[in-house]
């Protein structure tokens, strides 16, 4: 209910669907590597690992629903593009 206002203004879902849940571990040490040779702080690997692992637990539980919902009549009954990626954030076809 907290989100309804937020949903009403949503016209359709683009869902980004990962092959391996441990992309994210990969594409936040990407990031951070890549903060780091710009000059700005980033996190090491333990911490990297950290930060991801607290959200782990929403992608095991929402990411099979959000993938089938995209996958059939859409999430949210509102008109959903699913696009899978590769570990090389290229689209898979």
């Not at 206002?5 to 990407?30: G, K, P």
């Not at 690992?49 to 990411?63: G, H, Q, S, T, W």
């Not at 089938?68 to 008109?79: E, F, L, R, T, Y």
Request: charged share 25%.
């Amino acid at each position: 209910k907290k989100y309804q206002a937020w949903n009403d203004l949503i016209d359709c879902f683009c869902v980004f669907a990962m092959e391996e849940i441990d992309q994210v571990y990969v594409w936040r040490s990407q990031a951070e590597e890549a903060m780091k040779r710009s000059g700005r702080d980033g996190m090491s690997p333990a911490e990297v690992k950290e930060f991801v692992d607290r959200y782990m637990p929403a992608y095991l539980a929402y990411r099979p629903g959000l993938y089938a919902a995209a996958s059939q009549g859409g999430v949210n009954g509102k008109p959903t593009w699913l696009c899978h990626v590769g570990r090389d954030r290229l689209p898979i076809y």
